[in-house]
């Protein structure tokens, strides 16, 4: 679209191919009293996820492994519609769908390893563990009384 706000990034330099996105109106229920009956401001941004070419393979396999519960057919779809205005749900559209792949697309954590407790802690812990249950056995002595 000529105008819009600029390329939306992803991730680094890769970002949404203007040309494969798909865009469709219709009318929207939200707020705008009479100028809501005459306008199509909702809007429907489609992008075809399996035929791309503009993700590097790795995060495309990535992407359709994890978008999968959302994917029509390798297409996934986004809609906006809380604004008045066809164009500014055009740019909240766009950038929620940037935002949905590039969390989709990130590089999955780094595993935990698990780490020691150093010994010296847990004997303090347990020097301090017994001095606290002799101060407790001191206050149920006999000879009191």
Do not use: C
Request: hydrophobic letters at 35%.
């Amino acid at each position: 679209m000529y105008g819009m706000s600029g390329p939306h990034l992803i991730r680094g330099s890769v970002s949404l191919p203007e040309a494969e996105l798909m865009w469709r109106f219709s009318r929207s229920s939200g707020p705008g009293g009479q100028h809501v009956n005459t306008s199509d401001s909702q809007v429907e941004l489609r992008f075809d996820l399996a035929r791309t070419e503009a993700l590097p393979e790795v995060w495309k396999r990535r992407a359709l492994e994890r978008l999968a519960s959302r994917l029509v057919d390798g297409v996934i779809s986004v809609r906006a519609s809380e604004h008045r205005s066809q164009w500014r749900n055009r740019e909240a559209a766009a950038v929620r769908l940037a935002a949905l792949l590039a969390e989709a697309t990130a590089p999955p954590p780094r595993p935990r390893r698990p780490t020691r407790i150093p010994r010296g802690i847990n004997e303090r812990r347990l020097r301090e563990k017994k001095q606290r249950s002799e101060t407790k056995r001191g206050r149920s002595a006999k000879d009191w009384g």
